[in-house]
């Protein structure tokens, strides 16, 4: 934290942070002038496993430094949430989640990959694909239909620049699945991970939001294996930072601040 004050200072530009927490409250308060970054997702927006700051905190560092402006980024990705536990959130009128969609400039979302936390053996064995899933494709089709009209309807200052991600691999990925997975299993998580994303995109696509691809970016690196923690599962440090740069450059040059 010290040597990221110190670094804004320099740059004049100021990130705020909130970090959901089972430990503590978050706050919600955005600095006069600042834009409002709010992150919602599961373990990939969290940080989990990373020990480094997660992609949404990066994200404000850039947006801070290409727009001279302050920053404040409410970070509420939860380890093991789906989609159906994010829309149950949105739609509690009281969850911090739902009151920080109020105020947003951006959305910065990353959700579905828990929604096939049941079949991952079966998906990673190579028993099945697609076919074994097609509730819970099809519910996640519903669920982000659901949550980004929820995010737009939240916020009652603007409309907000929503970027929602997609996933490198819906299970691990790297040398870790290389180790764990035979082929068979590697090429159905890959399948269902190109199945998930055309999900993701055409959702995002149907709601006027911003679809980030990261499974090409991910995949065409020398080996994913450096991009991710040691889970073979989460990004490590060089993930996050990659996650954040996409976003970046996916962002509008300029967000005019209204209310």
């Given at each position: 934290?010290?040597?990221?004050?110190?670094?804004?200072?320099?740059?004049?530009?100021?990130?705020?942070?909130?970090?959901?927490?089972?430990?503590?409250?978050?706050?919600?308060?955005?600095?006069?002038?600042?834009?409002?970054?709010?992150a919602l997702g599961d373990s990939v927006t969290s940080g989990y496993h990373c020990n480094?700051?997660?992609?949404?905190?990066?994200?404000?560092?850039?947006?801070?430094?290409?727009?001279?402006?302050?920053?404040?980024?409410?970070?509420?990705?939860?380890?093991?949430?789906?989609?159906?536990?994010?829309?149950?959130?949105?739609?509690?009128?009281?969850?911090q989640a739902a009151q920080a969609a109020t105020d947003a400039d951006y959305v910065l979302l990353t959700i579905g990959a828990n929604d096939f936390a049941g079949h991952?053996?079966?998906?990673?064995?190579?028993?099945?694909?697609?076919?074994?899933?097609?509730?819970?494709?099809?519910?996640?089709?519903?669920?982000?239909?659901?949550?980004?009209?929820?995010?737009?309807?939240?916020?009652?200052?603007?409309?907000?620049?929503?970027?929602?991600?997609?996933?490198?691999?819906v299970f691990k990925d790297g040398q870790v699945a290389r180790n764990l997975y035979p082929q068979q299993g590697q090429n159905a998580t890959e399948a269902l991970t190109q199945a998930t994303n055309q999900v993701i995109a055409t959702a995002a696509q149907a709601a006027h939001a911003t679809y980030v691809d990261?499974?090409?970016?991910?995949?065409?690196?020398?080996?994913?294996?450096?991009?991710?923690a040691p889970d073979g599962d989460h990004p490590n440090a060089a993930g996050h930072a990659l996650i954040a740069d996409l976003l970046l450059k996916a962002t509008p040059p300029t967000r005019k601040l209204t209310g």
């Open positions: 934290m010290t040597r990221r004050l110190l670094f804004l200072a320099v740059t004049f530009a100021l990130v705020t942070l909130t970090v959901a927490a089972d430990a503590r409250p978050a706050t919600l308060e955005i600095p006069a002038g600042n834009l409002s970054v709010l480094c700051d997660a992609f949404p905190a990066e994200y404000g560092d850039l947006l801070a430094q290409r727009n001279g402006t302050g920053v404040t980024v409410h970070n509420f990705g939860v380890g093991g949430i789906d989609s159906e536990d994010l829309l149950e959130e949105l739609d509690r009128s009281s969850s991952e053996d079966d998906v990673t064995a190579g028993r099945c694909t697609t076919e074994c899933v097609t509730e819970e494709l099809a519910g996640l089709t519903a669920n982000l239909r659901d949550i980004l009209d929820r995010i737009t309807e939240l916020d009652t200052h603007r409309t907000p620049e929503i970027l929602v991600t997609g996933y490198w691999n990261l499974a090409t970016p991910f995949e065409t690196a020398p080996d994913i294996t450096n991009l991710l």
